[in-house]
């Protein structure tokens, strides 16, 4: 029933004997134009003319890769089956009130008809004309409109079952779509946990072997540097042992004494 009523629309919207297109595209991805036109029995060009027609409304989509060893490029083309839908139901939609309207007009209105020319006109239009036909002049005659409210509303029905059964189809569809979309969500939220926790491990990695390094490639434990004390080193000569180091005190901090001063006060206690 689907595939019917895509076929109708297809043939509304590309013309006539272009619904088989859906056979061949009906729950398929990315179809090569060449299989299209060779399976329709058209020209390329044909069966792009039908293609764009349907993309013009959205209800085609395509991709296009380059063909290495020819050089040229080849559409490979998707059927949007609820964007499809959506249109029919539109379609659909406006055909019922359409209907309705006509049905409202034929329950509330009379209507004349020459039966010459089978031409129907409303009752303002028969009495303007003095109820004859312009064309021949036969005198107009009062139209039964039971037949065609019948009609009619056989037509109203059948658009409605037509209708719910497409928004059964629509359900169905936009509901797999949520399902899908919850997964993808949760795939996603599941890798956005996993991946800062990798991170933080590399990161902290990366900094004990730059610390390992720095302190000459051990095993990443980091020296604390104490103050160094400097000490002056006054080397004093002694025998045979030759020349000790003696480390020499730190001095407090005030005026120094001259070393001359010194050697005069040694040289007058001698006299």
């Not at 169905?172 to 890798?191: G, N």
């Not at 610390?211 to 400097?230: E, F, L, P, T």
Request: net charge positive; glycine share 8%.
């Amino acid at each position: 029933m689907q595939i019917k009523l895509l076929h109708n629309l297809v043939e509304e919207l590309a013309g006539v004997d272009t619904g088989r297109i859906v056979d061949i595209l009906f729950n398929k991805k990315d179809v090569n134009e060449f299989l299209i036109a060779k399976k329709m029995e058209l020209t390329i060009n044909q069966v792009r003319n039908i293609l764009y027609k349907l993309s013009a409304d959205g209800l085609v989509t395509f991709i296009r890769k380059k063909d290495k060893r020819k050089g040229w490029y080849i559409y490979y083309w998707t059927l949007k089956t609820e964007k499809c839908l959506v249109k029919l139901e539109q379609s659909l939609i406006s055909k019922i009130a359409d209907l309705e309207s006509l049905l409202e007009s034929r329950e509330t209105k009379r209507f004349y008809v020459c039966k010459a020319c089978d031409i129907e006109v409303s009752e303002e239009t028969a009495l303007e004309n003095g109820f004859t036909c312009e064309e021949c002049a036969e005198v107009y005659a009062l139209q039964d409109n039971a037949q065609s409210i019948k009609e009619t509303k056989a037509q109203i029905l059948r658009r409605e079952r037509e209708l719910k059964l497409i928004n059964e189809e629509l359900g169905s569809l936009r509901e797999k779509e949520e399902k899908k979309k919850a997964r993808q969500e949760k795939k996603l939220e599941e890798e956005t946990k996993k991946k800062p926790k990798k991170k933080v491990r590399k990161k902290f990695g990366g900094k004990k072997k730059a610390r390992g390094k720095k302190n000459g490639g051990g095993h990443g434990k980091v020296k604390k540097k104490g103050r160094k004390v400097a000490r002056k080193v006054v080397k004093k000569g002694g025998g045979k042992g030759g020349n000790k180091k003696v480390g020499k005190k730190p001095q407090k901090k005030g005026k120094k004494k001259k070393p001359w001063i010194r050697w005069k006060k040694k040289t007058s206690k001698k006299k």
